[in-house]
DNA sequence: GATCTATTGTACCGATCGGTACACTGAGTG
DNA sequence: CACTCAGTGTACCGATCGGTACAATAGATC
């Protein structure tokens, strides 16, 4: 809906940019509109509840994408391990490496968190049941399956904190390059 | 210094509490005099940078805080899995069993990251140290020791992250209870 | 009692906050 | 061409932001 240079979607991305990095209590209007180049009428045009519709906006696509390039893989049939492996190069690349904060751990902290509870807390079911659906697959009885899957959701959300706060880049990529091996291990092997 | 119906210790204390569950940039002076009970002026008058003096002292008393009740019972004698252990009960009543956010992942968010930089990695490296030395002394490799406390961290930052997103309350006392015996398993034993 | 210094309340500052009003534009449509 | 209407720029709103000035107070010290 913008002119014809950026289409719905991709202001919705620059959106999301400025959210996931300052989050929303230091994503001012100003910054927003800056980043999408957009004035503040045109923001509110799109957006009309302001910061709110915007935000929620961003966690739809954020699902979307998250379906699309995340949760269906991991669904959809395969060598378990594989699809793990999948797993880990599409978080890689989607958290530039660690060096990206994530949005949904942004809107956990203040008033945000039970603003945007339902939304956030649907995007990391989602994905805590596609990964417990890989260990299904890979013969794990369903509640060790679904330990181990929020295991791996915690680890990466973990992972993300601890590399930006510690300054140690290189951690985050080593974390989740750990997972698919321990998550599919039998009660045994949990690395190196 | 306030007049004597709350310590320094204590103001700082309120700050803290603000500057963890709003963040840096959703905690408004309003809110930090209030939490406190002083007015503007004697916020300054403490603390004359505003609310970067705030952080830091808050920073400041935090280090202190762990140190003596998490970092050096992890350093002193003992058997390790006992330590490990006893940081699990102290980490427990610090989150409030996970109700509670962690200050350091809220500082590395925006602007904040870059200034408060060195405060928090330094909090972040002596823990995972002190990690890694009961890992010593319970007989692993340097490096393997390391890589382990890194990985409490990161749990531990991660079930906070994932715990308060999904409101799944009991994921984060779950998520750290399983530390102790995962990190002075001998390659075997990942867990249940 | 005079003095001093730490502490505080009140009033204020300019800047920015999120949000609105409104007039204008320009590309489609009849 | 007349009309419409999504999209936009500009100007503005009251509230709040972080921060300062300053005079009043109060408790200790002499």
Same mark, same amino acid.
């Given at each position: 809906?913008p002119?014809?240079?950026?289409?719905?979607?991709?202001?919705?991305?620059?959106?999301?940019?400025?959210?996931?990095?300052?989050?929303?209590a230091?994503?001012s209007?100003?910054?927003?509109s800056?980043?999408?180049?957009?004035?503040?009428?045109s !923001?509110y045009?799109?957006?009309?509840?302001?910061?709110?519709d915007?935000?929620?906006?961003?966690l739809?696509?954020?699902?979307?994408?998250?379906d699309?390039?995340?949760?269906?893989? !991991?669904?959809?049939?395969?060598?378990p391990?594989?699809?793990?492996?999948?797993?880990?190069?599409?978080?890689?690349a989607?958290?530039?490496?660690?060096r990206?904060?994530?949005?949904?751990?942004? !809107?956990?902290?203040?008033?945000?968190?039970e603003?945007?509870?339902?939304?956030?807390?649907?995007?990391f079911?989602?994905?805590?049941?596609?990964?417990?659906?890989?260990?299904?697959?890979?013969g794990?009885?369903?509640?060790?399956?679904?330990?181990r899957?929020e295991?791996?959701?915690?680890?990466?959300?973990?992972?993300?904190v601890?590399?930006?706060?510690?300054?140690?880049?290189? !951690?985050f990529?080593?974390?989740?390059?750990?997972?698919?091996?321990?998550?599919?291990?039998?009660?045994?092997?949990?690395?190196g």
């Open positions: 809906m002119p014809a240079v950026l289409s719905r979607e991709e202001v919705i991305d620059r959106l999301m940019q400025v959210l996931r990095q300052q989050g929303y230091g994503a209007l100003a910054e927003l800056k980043a999408t180049g957009l004035g503040k009428s !923001l045009h799109y957006f009309p509840d302001g910061k709110d915007m935000t929620r906006a961003v739809g696509q954020l699902a979307a994408r998250l699309r390039a995340l949760f269906n893989p !991991l669904r959809a049939a395969g060598p391990r594989r699809r793990l492996d999948a797993m880990v190069v599409t978080v890689n989607f958290y530039r490496g660690g990206e904060a994530c949005l949904l751990g942004n !809107l956990v902290v203040g008033e945000t968190r603003r945007f509870h339902h939304e956030v807390a649907a995007i079911e989602e994905w805590i049941a596609a990964i417990a659906t890989v260990l299904r697959d890979a794990f009885a369903k509640g060790l399956a679904r330990t899957a295991d791996a959701v915690v680890r990466i959300e973990g992972a993300l601890v590399a930006q706060g510690s300054g140690n880049e290189d !951690l990529e080593r974390t989740i390059r750990r997972l698919p091996a321990d998550l599919v291990a039998r009660a045994a092997g949990r690395r």
